[in-house]
C-alpha cells in the first residue's frame, strides 16, 4: 500500500519559475525523503525532514513538513531545465520497522 | 567512487526460468534493499537487509529470494520467472536501518515473455 501521495502527478513550467510539489500521507511518520529520478536511472536522495522539523533548505530547495496535516512540500526555486524528473516522496512510518514507502511520484518539466 | 552497483542492466527471460540480479555497494553501509519499479505504482520494496547475517520480507516478496553475501552485496533470486514480474529493479543502501538516506543503483530492467 502507498503510504505518501505526491500531488500533481505532471507539472510543466518554464525555466525560472518555482516548481512546487505536495505529498500526503497516512500514518505518524519518523521522518519523510524526497528523492530525484532522472529518466532511466536510479533515485538520488534530495532532503530528509524529521518529524520534529518544520522546514529544511538545501541550495535551492525547500522541505516543510506539517505532521498535523500529514503533508509535505517541495518548492524548487528559479527552476532549470536540468531539473526535469520524477520527484518522489518516501515516508518512514512510526509503524513501519523504519522501511521506507514511496509514493508513486511527481513528473516534472521545465522548459526552456 | 562507484556507490551501488548493478548488473545486469538489462534481462530478458522466458517464463519459468531463473536468474539471480547482483548488487554490491562501496560505501560500507550496514543497509541494504531491493525494490521494484512499475508505472503507476511508486517503488515497492521487495525485500530488505537491516544488517549483514539478516534478511527480512517487505511488501511484495513472493516470486523472490535474497542473499546477503557479504556486507558489500545483496543478491535477488527469481527461481521461476512470471510475466508479472517484468520490472525495473533497484538495488540501494544505507548507512543504517532509519533516519539514514537510501543511495540507490542505476537499475536491473527486466522483461519476462
Known amino acids: 500500500s502507498q503510504q505518501g501521495e505526491e500531488d500533481p502527478q505532471a507539472l510543466s513550467i518554464q525555466e525560472g519559475e518555482n516548481a512546487t510539489m505536495n505529498c500526503s500521507y497516512k500514518t505518524s511518520i519518523n521522518n519523510l525523503q524526497w528523492y530525484r529520478q532522472n529518466s532511466g536511472r536510479g533515485l538520488v536522495h534530495l532532503i530528509l525532514i524529521r518529524s520534529n522539523e518544520r522546514e529544511k533548505h538545501s541550495g535551492r530547495l525547500r522541505v516543510t513538513l506539517d505532521t498535523s496535516k500529514k503533508s509535505s512540500s517541495l518548492l524548487i526555486t528559479a527552476s532549470r531545465a536540468a531539473d526535469t524528473a520524477s520527484y518522489f516522496c518516501a515516508t518512514d512510518a512510526e509503524t513501519s520497522g523504519s522501511r521506507l514507502t514511496f509514493g508513486e511520484g511527481t513528473q516534472l518539466t521545465v522548459n526552456p | 567512487n562507484a556507490g551501488v552497483t548493478q548488473t545486469p542492466k538489462f534481462q530478458v527471460l522466458k517464463t519459468g526460468q531463473s536468474m539471480t540480479l547482483q548488487c554490491a555497494q562501496d560505501m560500507n553501509h550496514n543497509s541494504m534493499y531491493w525494490y521494484r519499479q512499475d508505472p503507476g505504482m511508486g517503488l515497492r520494496l521487495i525485500y530488505y537487509?537491516?544488517?549483514?547475517?539478516?534478511?527480512d520480507k517487505g511488501e511484495v516478496p513472493n516470486g523472490y529470494n535474497v542473499s546477503r553475501l557479504n556486507k558489500r552485496e545483496f543478491s535477488l533470486r527469481l527461481e521461476s520467472a512470471a510475466p508479472s514480474q517484468t520490472s525495473v529493479y533497484f538495488c540501494?543502501?544505507?548507512?543504517?536501518?532509519?533516519?539514514?538516506?537510501?543511495?540507490f543503483g542505476n537499475g536491473t530492467r527486466l522483461t519476462v515473455t
Open positions: 537487509s537491516a544488517s549483514e547475517g539478516t534478511t
Open positions: 540501494a543502501s544505507s548507512e543504517r536501518q532509519g533516519y539514514s538516506p537510501l543511495h
